[in-house]
């Protein structure tokens, strides 16, 4: 309960503020507050202070001593004030506030990087790196030079590689080395990203991360599948951390890759058990994170496999499908050939062969034998007298003049017997 002033000067007790009260920037995003007693304030009281920050971020302390730390971004301006409190019997009383402000950092508007992330990388059990990304401010000139640095305790260091966009800006960090301690529990890591120009004054950003929230787990080791009685048995170690097991939680994904399903279980175990069907086959990955998901999941571990999924089934219905599939074919092309009359022409008939030359003389000797029996013998018989060391023999093809060449070819015959 706070005492009126004027029932305290009537008493001859005086609450006084601070005096000398400053600000003063010590480290990035870190502000050293600092003020004196009032030297009239009467010395027989116990005095505190109660210290009040504005702004980036309101928040209310006591204390007994006359200065304090705080790590707060500063790039929009810090304020904050103090007053004395003293007290008397069982009361507090208040002196009047005293309020002192740092200015915004200088810069044009929207020309400090936007979007900044980062993550922190545990390489082994002792160190860490740290990957950091970012976009340009939309009204950053394009020759404008980003450069980073991240503060860790008493650690500061700038950054040493960068990622380039394609007007060759810096947007993003490596540090593959760091001073952060994988070991320590919300500490907090202090990025600051400033820049420069020849258009425009670029203006400074400050953002705060606590190391753990940024920190990306290691993916699980050692992953092994057992059988045990009628249960299949997932073990594994935990992450490459410098934290115990208890510290870590788990997913495990089962896949049926017979079925296409996915089982999803958490566990705070390094083992799992499940029930699996002896005729599919599965997949099992697992991934981790600290306790109450303070960080980013790892990875998923490479898949292991487990289980022979029976393919009878699946023979018959191929043995089906092709039966249906040769039935189909054989349809279609029976329809085709029948419509195309394809099979007269792939399978012509075998034609009978023909002896055109025995045919000939058969026809020949029947009309020989027919004209011999009438042409008149003894001119024909003359006619053979005046072959005395040839023989005509005449083959030739029908005529129009039948009797004539009847004739003579009767003739010729009987010649060819005489001689």
Known sequence: MAIQPNLLQAKGIQVLPPVNFTLTVTALAEVLLHWKPNPDQHQNYTVNYEVEIISPVQEEYDTKHTHSTRTVVLHDGFSAQVRTLLFYNSSKIESEWVTEELPALAGDAETSVTNLFCIVYTASYNTASLHCNWFAGKQAPTDTVYLLFYRYNNYTEQC????KDKWQRN???RFSKTYIDPKQIGTLIIIHVNGSSKHAAIKPLEQLFNQNT???INPPRNVTISLEQNETLVTWEKPISPLSKAWFCYEVIIHNLKTG???LSKSTSNDFKFRMDVTSRYSIQIRANRQYNEGFWSEWTDPLFIGEERKENQVGWVLILVTVTMCFITLFIATACKM???WSRLFPPIPTPKNNLKDLFSAKDYE????????PHRECYTRARTYTSETETEVGSYIDDLGSYNEDLYCEVLEDSVI
């Open 214 to 216: 940024i920190e990306k």
């Open 261 to 263: 399903t996915n089982q």
């Open 340 to 342: 195309c009359h394809l």
């Open 160 to 163: 040493p590689d960068y990622l």
């Open 171 to 173: 947007v993003g960090c």
């Open 368 to 375: 020989i034998r027919y004209n011999f029996s009438l042409a």
